[in-house]
T-cell receptor, first 113, second 113 residues
Framework: DAGITQSPRHKVTETGTPVTLRCHQTENHRYMYWYRQDPGHGLRLIHY???????DKGEVSDGYSVSRSKTEDFLLTLESATSSQTSVYFC????????????FGPGTRLTVT | KNEVEQSPQNLTAQEGEFITINCSYS?????LHWLQQHPGGGIVSLFMLSSGKKKHGRLIATINIQEKHSSLHITASHPRDSAVYICAVPLTGSGGGADGLTFGKGTHLIIQP
């Protein structure tokens, strides 16, 4: 299995509080992604990174920001959490030197009350 | 943006049956991904294919690039195959997936003993 961890694995927070989710990889892969998974919508891309300090928006980026200061870490921040951000968040990595697979982390279940 | 349609949404079958799950997409792609997610579990990449057919054990994936269609087959199905199967393609068509994937809503498969 690819070395990807996410922390925390579960979190309950109140509306309006900031939340940061961490994705850590030991594979030295260039590309990292944050997706959210919701019933009826499936998985959707929030943000992605194509290198240190290089990030871009995905399909559902409103209300989220990201940072990548090291190859191994990709942080997702909810500046002011809302109930609509209750979801399961998955990090993924890929090298894309050719047509490479994406490897997914275990997920973080976030509940905003 | 690529659009992905999967069918069926739900499938219940008896152990030993041959299973077929279908995936169609709207924009030409470089490669298509099949993923598996067990209840409460993480997401595992099963296949990434750009042409023809791939086989891993009892799983077979085929793709027809001209028709923008892929199928996932399970031979001699077993209760442990019960999971959600998800099709994914590059978000921006032939971009190769480096800027993220877009996903079907998944097929919920239950194999009864």
């Amino acid at each position: 299995d690819a070395g990807i961890t996410q922390s925390p694995r579960h979190k309950v927070t109140e509306t309006g509080t900031p939340v940061t989710l961490r994705c850590h990889q030991t594979e030295n892969h260039r590309y990292m992604y944050w997706y959210r998974q919701d019933p009826g919508h499936g998985l959707r891309l929030i943000h992605y990174s194509y290198g240190v300090k290089d990030t871009d928006k995905g399909e559902v980026s409103d209300g989220y920001s990201v940072s990548r200061s090291k190859t191994e870490d990709f942080l997702l921040t909810l500046e002011s959490a809302t109930s609509s951000q209750t979801s399961v968040y998955f990090c993924a990595i890929s090298d894309y030197r050719g047509r490479d697979e994406q490897y997914f982390g275990p997920g973080t279940r976030l509940t905003v009350t | 943006k690529n659009e992905v349609e999967q069918s069926p949404q739900n499938l219940t079958a008896q152990e030993g049956e041959f299973i077929t799950i279908n995936c169609s997409y709207s924009v030409g792609i470089s490669a298509l991904h099949w993923l598996q997610q067990h209840p409460g579990g993480g997401i595992v990449s099963l296949f990434m294919l750009s042409s023809g057919k791939k086989k891993h054990g009892r799983l077979i994936a085929t793709i027809n690039i001209q028709e923008k269609h892929s199928s996932l087959h399970i031979t001699a199905s077993h209760p442990r195959d019960s999971a959600v199967y998800i099709c994914a393609v590059p978000l921006t068509g032939s971009g190769g997936g480096a800027d993220g994937l877009t996903f079907g809503k998944g097929t919920h498969l239950i194999i009864q003993p």
